[in-house]
């Protein structure tokens, strides 16, 4: 038997470890349930990604597909005749590995995942919807793969009640197959490390009474960016020394970008910090954390922002509201509506009272209801559920689940609903 072949594995399958919301999400979960003693493997279509260090330091083997970045685009410009290649590398690692669970995330990965986890016989399969279904009205051949993914699941995780809903309406889904798991945080790097706030901000030339604000998203056109430039224009009538922090990867769209704000006249308050791995500091040093997204499926930002006692405004789209809420920790305001937007980011600015309580009530919300704990803890609750189903795995799963103290309070409840 391969050294590899250890009873209870789960064999993570995702599109790439570049740094991303489910990327980082699928990260945290392999890497603590290896630290509770699961085996734990990842296959990833690319073969870069920053992430791979993180999974390497928890001894988490990793194969890829051998894609590099811009071979798999949605578009089929690429090169998708590689994915038959990778299929091949996935279907050998999951003879290799044997495990109990292949749970895969992202469209495309998760129909590689299901597929070869039903010829390899896998007892358990498990898919993740972690976004709303833009993706299918963009590329719309991508409704069979995701369909087909749904089909082949045992149990689809989705990550917001929006999600949830959307994913009933696009693909006419059996809501006993959804289960609802909220995304979690490791909320210690954003409350037990105390940045000096004031050295943070002479790093970036920033005064200690400017005010500051930080946006945290991908430069993608759906994130809203032009909406809040928009937004800011108005703000900096206001406070002359408002600064607006991106921190996010350019996928494409920075020139335009800087072209906007050159037309608008704010470029003196904006800073493109690009892709950074310093958010805890960055936003130790800002005074309000701003999401202008047109889509979202669930903000890992939004977490990020309240567990560092940042009040937040962000738009009404996806599962924002459920994790803002309005009034008590932040704003929620219409989306494409940079007048509105306006409005709430200077409310919060002035009323720099009103900002700290907020902030502080969003950073008890995001550690009772968003810990990674929890998190881990729901997704080791919703394989014991389905495995007890099972009779092939209840050997090799099932009973260590139940052994498992982490999850021994939640293995027989009913995981549909959060609660």
């Known amino acids: 038997m391969s050294a590899l072949s250890k009873k209870g594995a789960v064999l993570f399958v995702i599109g790439s470890l570049n740094i991303g919301g489910a990327e980082n999400q699928m990260v945290l979960l392999a890497t603590h349930l290896k630290k509770r003693g699961w085996q734990c493997y990842v296959f990833t279509l690319e073969k870069q990604g920053a992430l791979r260090s993180e999974l390497a330091k928890q001894n988490i083997l990793v194969r890829d597909g051998g894609m590099r970045k811009g071979d798999l685009r949605l578009d089929l410009k ?40 039903r010829l390899m016989n896998v007892p358990l399969i498990i898919t993740s919807r972690r976004a709303l279904g833009k993706h299918q009205e963009r590329y719309a051949f991508l409704k069979i793969p995701d ?7 045992h149990q689809v995780a989705v990550n917001s009640q929006a999600v949830w809903d959307d994913t009933i309406q696009r693909d006419r889904i059996d809501p006993s197959k959804l289960a609802l798991i909220y995304n979690g945080i490791s909320t210690s790097q954003f409350s037990e490390m105390n940045p000096d706030r004031v050295s943070v901000r002479r790093s970036l030339n920033i005064l200690p009474d400017d ?12 994130k809203g960016h032009s909406d809040l430039f928009k937004a800011i224009q108005i703000v900096s009538r206001r406070f002359g020394n408002v600064k607006v922090l991106l921190v996010g990867e350019d996928r494409g769209i920075q020139e335009v970008l800087m072209n906007e704000i050159t037309v608008l006249n704010i470029e ?40 560092a006692g940042l009040p937040v405004v962000a738009t009404s789209v996806g599962g924002n509201s459920e994790a803002v809420v309005h009034g008590v920790t932040g704003w929620l305001t219409p989306p494409h509506h940079p007048d509105k937007l306006a409005e709430r980011m200077i409310d919060l600015l002035i009323n720099e009272k009103k900002s700290e309580k907020w902030g502080e009530r969003g950073r008890v919300l995001v550690k009772r209801k968003f810990s ?5 803890s ?23 689940t139940i052994n498992d103290h982490h999850v021994k309070h939640e293995s027989n409840t009913p995981l549909k609903k959060e609660p």
């Open 78 to 117: 690429g090169a998708p005749w590689k994915i038959i290649f990778a299929m091949g590398v996935l279907l050998k690692m999951i003879f290799d590995c044997k495990p109990a669970v292949v749970h895969a995330f992202l469209p495309l990965a998760t129909f590689l995942g299901a597929l070869c986890g």
């Open 372 to 376: 990674v704990e929890r998190m881990v």
């Open 211 to 222: 005010k500051v604000i930080i946006t945290v998203a991908n430069l993608i056109p759906y």
């Open 378 to 400: 729901r997704h080791l609750a919703l394989y014991n559920q389905i495995a007890r189903g099972i009779p092939g795995i209840r050997r090799c799963f099932v009973n260590k």
């Open 268 to 307: 003196r308050h904006i800073r493109f910090l690009g892709l950074r791995h310093d958010i805890p500091q960055l936003m130790a040093a800002s005074d309000l954390s701003v999401l202008p997204s047109h889509e979202e499926g669930f903000s890992n930002v939004l977490l990020e922002s309240m567990a």
């Open 147 to 153: 369909r087909i993914a749904n089909r082949l699941s």
